[in-house]
């Protein structure tokens, strides 16, 4: 059955999703000065440029990271965080910027196996680690029956917290195959919608649960 929400089919958001895992950088070649756009053959190339012509400024810095899977390096501004780094290096828009103070859960993304809200976490602090967005949930067949049934049971209504939600439950699902619906009010706690959807995460989260656990579809 064809899932619709917010006017576009599961499937043409999977194919954007899929798109733009493929089009994050995988080694950067050129590497371009943010304060003047100068290009640079390498890291060290922008160092010696910030020194002659940014004197005083802070220059940017290398980050390694596997996201959705994917091995990508990037020169990012150090004052960056997970989520800018997501976003604006890497085209990843599904962590979304609602309170931007670690408040509301809509940024939360998987990082080295845990719940972490990317709005306050430095990206300079995650050189090495490997980061599951949302976009990464929604291509991995193996959580399709969760994705199902939050559109079966319309577990959204504006749609803008519920990568945050998806996100938080993938990795109650992770920790906790069979989880309650205590256990699963508890890791949801730290996501807040503002349409008042609460009552219908459970319900697609227990579902999805039965589902998979007899390996079908919802
Ligand atoms: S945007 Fe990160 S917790 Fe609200
Ligand atoms: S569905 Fe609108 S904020 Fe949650």
Redesign the pocket.
Known sequence: MERKSAGISLEDAQTAARARIAAMPGGQKIVTCPLCGYQCLSYEDLLSHYLDSHPGCIAPIPLSLTVNGKSCRVIVEPHLTLKEVLQFHLGLTGAKHMCDRGQCGSCTVILDGKPTLSCNTLAADCDGKSVETVEGIALNPKWKPLIDAYCKWDA???????PGFLVSAKSLLDREPHPTTQQIKEALSGNI???G?YPRHAQAILEAVEVMSKGGEV
């Open positions: 959204m209504q504006c749609g803008y917290c519920t919608c503002i349409c959807t």
